[in-house]
């Protein structure tokens, strides 16, 4: 590797292992406030949630100082890549000042900027699969219960399988998500009191593993070395070629889709709904306790449970699959090679044809 292209990895491997947004926007007592809100709910109690919402407070020098030398090595790389390590790097500072500020506003400005709203289309399309109604449970073949340790299980497994040993899974408490991948670490993380069926653990492997996990290996297998780096507003690129592995193994059903939708309208409710009334217009369309769930997760790192607000890139699983549906398949393989969102596709396709991306190098084997 090339000295300058060297420091640049360096640089930018060190700010995603600092860059930790999900822990430092996790409430404390999570599941405490998930019961909470739930039992709100269920008594039809649509009074302000009376407790704040609390954060730990980590600190967060070690990521502006390596965002600082990001910038720093960054600046003999081409033009268009050091443009997309500076936008990147600004867009992570901008990040970790709205959460270090700990203002409500800050956080979901943010997330308006860079994460944006669902267009017109994908809010038509989530209201037309939520009219649908809740899917029924799909029966089980097996009545056995699937417990964490067979979940561990399983994705140890998968990561063995595709020759991944260089990857752990760990079994975490706090989570607002079942599950969670953490390419910078090389880590799954299976939520404590997970429960799903085996149907839903298959899908879950396609979607961790077969979309999130390859991506990662496959990124950092290519040539151009910064193919390994999330550039762009990635999350309906990233969730978008999950959810549609899911689809391609066979393992996407009503009920998965009826939750991607569910995330779209939460996230819209959520510019001018508290906490409680989010979890009020969610629970129109599920269960008190997966809309209190929802409502926390499309909240996290929002203090006041007063005041409207949260992140909106939950829309970015049907956003992202609704448009990848769409892309040809030569396009779909060169963005499961690389951590770009897709506006970066263009670029994508340049440095594949002088060989500076390939296509994914290991396929999903259910």
Same mark, same amino acid.
């Given at each position: 590797m090339e000295p300058d292209r060297s420091r640049v990895v360096s640089a930018l491997t060190e700010l995603s292992k600092a860059f930790t947004p999900i822990r430092w926007t996790t409430p404390l007592g999570l599941a405490h406030h998930r019961t909470q809100l739930a039992d709100r709910v269920r008594r039809g109690d649509g009074s302000p949630y009376p407790e704040r919402i609390e954060f730990g407070d980590p600190g967060f020098e070690r990521t502006r100082a390596a965002a600082g030398e990001a910038l720093a090595v960054a600046t003999r790389l081409p033009d268009e890549l050091r443009e997309l390590v500076e936008s990147e790097t600004e867009r992570t500072l901008e990040y970790t000042a709205a959460i270090a500020s700990r203002r409500d506003d800050a956080i979901t400005s943010w997330s308006l900027r860079h994460d944006g709203l669902p267009d017109d289309a994908?809010? =038509?399309?989530a209201r037309r699969i939520l009219a649908l109604g809740l899917p029924e449970p799909e029966p089980e073949p097996?009545?056995?219960?699937v417990t964490v340790d067979t979940v561990t299980a399983c994705f140890r497994d998968a990561l063995s399988r595709h020759g991944l040993d260089d990857w752990r899974v760990s079994i975490e408490e706090n989570m607002a998500a079942r599950m969670s991948v953490l390419g910078s670490r090389n880590l799954?993380?299976?939520?404590?009191?997970i429960a799903v069926s085996r149907r839903e653990l298959q899908r879950l492997e396609a979607h961790e593993v077969g979309g999130h996990v390859l991506r990662w =290996?496959? =990124?950092r297998q290519q040539p151009e070395s910064l193919a390994a780096f999330a550039f762009g507003s990635t999350v309906a690129t990233e969730e978008g070629l999950a959810a549609l592995r899911e689809e391609e193994c066979g393992l996407s059903s009503p009920h998965t889709l009826h939750t991607y939708a569910l995330r779209v309208v939460g996230v819209v409710a959520a510019q001018d709904k508290d906490l409680t009334g989010l979890a009020f217009v969610l629970s129109e369309y599920t269960d008190p306790d997966s809309a209190a769930e929802l409502a926390l997760r499309i909240r996290r790192g929002i203090g006041d449970?007063?005041?409207p607000g949260g992140m909106t890139k939950d829309h970015g699983y049907l956003t992202g699959l609704l448009?990848?549906?769409e892309m040809p398949a030569d396009d779909i393989l060169l963005l499961r090679g690389v951590k770009w969102a897709m506006e970066h596709l263009d670029l994508v396709r340049r440095l594949a044809a002088i060989g500076r991306i390939s296509v994914p190098l290991r396929e999903y084997e259910a």
């Amino acid at each position: 590797m090339e000295p300058d292209r060297s420091r640049v990895v360096s640089a930018l491997t060190e700010l995603s292992k600092a860059f930790t947004p999900i822990r430092w926007t996790t409430p404390l007592g999570l599941a405490h406030h998930r019961t909470q809100l739930a039992d709100r709910v269920r008594r039809g109690d649509g009074s302000p949630y009376p407790e704040r919402i609390e954060f730990g407070d980590p600190g967060f020098e070690r990521t502006r100082a390596a965002a600082g030398e990001a910038l720093a090595v960054a600046t003999r790389l081409p033009d268009e890549l050091r443009e997309l390590v500076e936008s990147e790097t600004e867009r992570t500072l901008e990040y970790t000042a709205a959460i270090a500020s700990r203002r409500d506003d800050a956080i979901t400005s943010w997330s308006l900027r860079h994460d944006g709203l669902p267009d017109d289309a994908t809010i =038509a399309e989530a209201r037309r699969i939520l009219a649908l109604g809740l899917p029924e449970p799909e029966p089980e073949p097996e009545p056995e219960p699937v417990t964490v340790d067979t979940v561990t299980a399983c994705f140890r497994d998968a990561l063995s399988r595709h020759g991944l040993d260089d990857w752990r899974v760990s079994i975490e408490e706090n989570m607002a998500a079942r599950m969670s991948v953490l390419g910078s670490r090389n880590l799954v993380k299976i939520r404590s009191d997970i429960a799903v069926s085996r149907r839903e653990l298959q899908r879950l492997e396609a979607h961790e593993v077969g979309g999130h996990v390859l991506r990662w =290996a496959n =990124a950092r297998q290519q040539p151009e070395s910064l193919a390994a780096f999330a550039f762009g507003s990635t999350v309906a690129t990233e969730e978008g070629l999950a959810a549609l592995r899911e689809e391609e193994c066979g393992l996407s059903s009503p009920h998965t889709l009826h939750t991607y939708a569910l995330r779209v309208v939460g996230v819209v409710a959520a510019q001018d709904k508290d906490l409680t009334g989010l979890a009020f217009v969610l629970s129109e369309y599920t269960d008190p306790d997966s809309a209190a769930e929802l409502a926390l997760r499309i909240r996290r790192g929002i203090g006041d449970p007063r005041r409207p607000g949260g992140m909106t890139k939950d829309h970015g699983y049907l956003t992202g699959l609704l448009t990848l549906r769409e892309m040809p398949a030569d396009d779909i393989l060169l963005l499961r090679g690389v951590k770009w969102a897709m506006e970066h596709l263009d670029l994508v396709r340049r440095l594949a044809a002088i060989g500076r991306i390939s296509v994914p190098l290991r396929e999903y084997e259910a």
